[in-house]
């Protein structure tokens, strides 16, 4: 042990001794390029901290030393390029940090690591999430902010049900997964500066969400009856996006402390005043517009009603046939949605069943409706559990 600290300067050998002595090493911002051999020799660590030094490797031995005794892993701000397998045989991990890296792919092992209950992979070059993660039911905060994500995987994200806090901001994602709304612990949503041009309102409608942020993103409108039951919802930023209206119901959210809609050039003159004169003034115009859309919409029904009969009367043969193919394919996807849940329960053995689904060829424009609806039917089912 003593040749150890020799490598190192008096005053950081005094304090990595101490901190050795308690289970925790910590060697943070040493200027190190490899792991001192040393390291090996320590006996059941629960935190090693290597955080902002110059790795670039991570040896397997390292590991396989403290794999069973170690909770906390700091590898965040090196160099390192890719994560060893074998950093998912410790059962005991808690809290692993491999921000700001150069990672461009997460071992499938990782879902071996089942009491995980903070991930943060920010700031790599990750293209994908393994679909192991649905294994870290344990997991509350995930940051895989700041990478190329195009996508999520869907079905695995079903089962994080315990996430509290989640980071996607900074990829390239064209849409939230509907799955989103199974994590009803969800409390803070950050997704800012990707793509996204729609917003399911399942995910408004998660209860705990208290900050949603979502801008500098593609989103032209927001979904609407749903907003009045997002009564947590202190933070809401939709700044930098294509909005032209704001659902006047957000007005009513009495908890809101925070509403960006900066750069939304479309906004109308109304909006653009009352967003200069703060918050108060832009809930107070958006409850007038509630208003006002209230007493217009009582008119509107009682015409719709007259109109309705009269409509499908006035149909030419084209639109009719249209109609038909319309209910036809209605019917279509009743049967094969029923062909899934027959016999089948849980989003492990439905996504089984949709997978089959996809090798008999059924119409792909058919299985994005099948997925949507067993989405929130899965949902409904787990509200009600």
Do not use: Y
């Given at each position: 042990?003593?040749?150890?600290?020799?490598?190192?300067?008096?005053?950081?050998?005094?304090?990595?001794?101490?901190?050795?002595?308690?289970?925790?090493?910590?060697?943070?911002?040493?200027?190190l390029t490899s792991i001192p051999p040393m390291v090996f020799e320590i006996s059941k660590p629960s935190l090693m901290d290597?955080?902002?030094?110059?790795?670039?490797?991570?040896?397997?031995?390292?590991?396989?030393?403290?794999?069973?005794?170690?909770?906390?892993?700091?590898?965040?701000?090196?160099?390192?390029?890719?994560l060893p397998p074998e950093i998912c045989n410790c059962p005991f991990l808690e809290d692993l940090r491999i921000n700001s890296n150069q990672i461009s792919q997460l071992p499938p092992e990782l879902g071996n690591l089942g009491g995980l209950t903070r991930l943060n992979a920010s700031t790599n070059r990750l293209t994908s999430i393994p679909s192991s993660i649905s294994h870290l039911e344990e997991l509350?905060?995930?940051?895989?902010?700041?990478?190329?994500?195009s996508s999520l995987p869907e079905e695995s994200l079903a089962c994080l049900t315990s996430i509290s806090d989640l980071s996607l901001s900074s990829n390239r994602l064209d849409k939230l997964p509907l799955t989103l709304a199974f994590m009803r612990e969800l409390r803070f949503l950050r997704a800012n500066s990707n793509r996204i041009s729609h917003l399911e309102k399942e995910i408004i409608l998660l209860p705990e969400l208290t900050e949603l942020h979502l801008s500098d993103n593609l989103?032209?409108?927001l979904p609407t009856n749903c907003w009045i039951k997002a009564t947590n919802l202190e933070a809401l930023d939709l700044c930098g996006n294509r909005l032209s209206s704001v659902p006047p119901e957000i007005g009513e959210l009495t908890r809101l402390q925070v509403l960006g809609l900066a750069r939304n050039a479309d906004l109308s003159e109304g909006m653009t005043k009352a967003l200069f004169k703060g918050i108060h003034s832009t809930l107070s115009f958006l409850r007038s517009q509630q208003s006002e859309a209230m007493k217009a919409g009582a008119r509107l029904g009682k015409e719709k009603d007259e109109d309705e009969d009269e409509e499908e009367e006035g149909m030419s043969g084209i639109q009719r046939y249209e109609l038909q193919k319309q209910k036809t394919r209605e019917t279509r996807i009743k049967l094969l949605l029923a062909k899934i849940t027959t016999n089948n329960s849980g989003p492990t053995q439905f996504y089984k069943a949709l997978a089959q689904l996809e090798t008999e060829g059924v119409d792909p424009s058919d299985m994005v409706i099948i997925k949507e609806r067993l989405a929130k039917r899965m949902l409904n089912e787990f509200k009600q559990s």
């Open positions: 042990m003593s040749s150890f600290f020799n490598l190192l300067n008096q005053e950081t050998a005094l304090e990595a001794r101490l901190q050795v002595r308690n289970g925790q090493l910590r060697l943070r911002g040493c200027g290597f955080s902002s030094n110059k790795l670039t490797v991570i040896p397997n031995v390292l590991v396989l030393t403290c794999e069973s005794s170690l909770k906390s892993l700091f590898l965040d701000h090196n160099f390192i390029m890719a509350r905060i995930l940051d895989v902010s700041r990478n190329l994500l989103l032209t409108r």
